[in-house]
């Protein structure tokens, strides 16, 4: 086998595996990011119910010193 067989077979091998690698590192890397998304669309979403939670509370408040405020004026 000649030399330039030879590193040509090398430069070959060599650029296969360093797309191989970049190919399984962007995808692992892309996997993440989206896993991280999904985190924190549950955390926005619980953020969410808290914030509803404390507003139907207020809502309930207010709806019983409306009710206490029209009973005293009857």
């Given at each position: 086998m000649?030399?330039t067989?030879k590193?040509t077979?090398a430069l070959?091998?060599?650029?296969?595996?360093?797309?191989?690698f970049y190919?399984h590192?962007?995808?692992?890397?892309?996997?993440?990011?989206?896993?991280e998304g999904?985190?924190r669309d549950?955390?926005?979403?619980?953020?969410?119910?808290?914030?509803n939670l404390?507003?139907l509370q207020?809502q309930?408040d207010?709806t019983?010193?409306?009710?206490?405020?029209?009973?005293?004026?009857?």
């Amino acid at each position: 086998m000649s030399a330039t067989a030879k590193l040509t077979l090398a430069l070959s091998i060599a650029v296969t595996g360093g797309t191989m690698f970049y190919v399984h590192y962007k995808q692992s890397y892309d996997r993440d990011k989206l896993h991280e998304g999904v985190l924190r669309d549950i955390e926005r979403q619980q953020r969410r119910k808290v914030e509803n939670l404390y507003t139907l509370q207020k809502q309930i408040d207010l709806t019983k010193e409306l009710r206490k405020v029209a009973s005293e004026n009857e």
